[in-house]
């Protein structure tokens, strides 16, 4: 039997041919060369934005320590340890805030480089996740901070003696916050990787739900160990692993009803 011929070849198929044919053609060197192009310009956004921001460092970290602050007795303040500590703060909380805020850039980029190996079907799934999982990441960081943070933060104060005045280190609080805040970031992550492993086939649906048990309980489990130690800071990042689970579960259902009526 004789092959098709180019002419009595869809038009889509043609076009992943050649996109084949053309990746296949272009050496490793200059993929590397485009690689390096677009890792200069994300080096250059973010050095740009963070002496942008540096005029602004110690305002920011005045926003980032309201909570705290606000809780705090009449009497107590926070510290310094160390003699470097009023500068290196707001030092690395600025460049945490500037790598923040250049994330869609940085996302933008990587799409950038990673858009000619993908065929047609794949980036018109391949973008609405990234710009999904960058919004989701940000919506993750403003629960931690406008809901979790206070609410911890009232706790511990709160079941403190009341001979100890609470002072809390500044370079301390910045490594509190940060860990929990990329630790609620990467939990709202949870619809994507979920809908990204229903995609791939790796698990199904119907899966998902007979293990949902399983999973309720994971999320309690896993939040014991990456928060502090204690009940509220565990239920509030539990609970919402398991909402945007279901979240991610129901994204799914639908994914699969869709491509079960194409």
């Not at 070849?9 to 043609?14: D, E, N, R, T, V």
Request: proline share 6%; charged share 15%.
């Amino acid at each position: 039997m004789s092959s098709p011929s180019s002419s009595q070849l869809p038009q889509s198929s043609l076009g992943e041919q050649e996109q084949d044919v053309k990746l296949e053609e272009m050496p490793i060197t200059k993929h590397l060369m485009i690689l390096r192009q677009h890792l200069f310009k994300i080096v250059a956004a973010i050095l740009l934005l963070f002496f942008c921001l540096l005029p602004f460092a110690n305002r920011t970290y005045q926003i980032l320590s309201e909570p705290l602050r606000a809780q705090l007795p009449v009497s107590s303040s926070m510290i310094a340890t160390d003699v470097t500590a009023t500068f290196m703060a707001p030092f690395k909380l600025n460049f945490f805030v500037a790598l923040m805020l250049v994330m869609p850039f940085i996302i933008y980029q990587i799409w950038s480089f990673a858009k000619p190996a993908l065929y047609e079907k794949e980036k018109s799934l391949a973008l609405p996740i990234l710009v999904s999982s960058i919004c989701l990441f940000y919506l993750g960081i403003a629960f931690a901070y406008f809901i979790a943070l206070p609410s911890i933060l009232h706790f511990f104060i709160s079941v403190s003696p009341e001979t100890v005045a609470p002072m809390t280190d500044i370079n301390s609080y910045l490594a509190f916050c940060l860990k929990l805040f990329l630790v609620f970031g990467l939990t709202f992550e949870i619809p994507v990787v979920t809908l990204l492993l229903i995609l791939i086939g790796v698990v199904s649906t119907q899966s998902l739900v007979e293990k949902r048990r399983f999973i309720i309980v994971g999320c309690f489990f896993i939040s014991m160990f990456v928060t502090p130690p204690d009940a509220i800071s565990m239920i509030m990042l539990a609970v919402p692993m398991w909402l945007l689970f279901e979240l991610g579960l129901l994204l799914g259902k639908v994914l699969e009803k869709s491509k079960a009526t194409a």
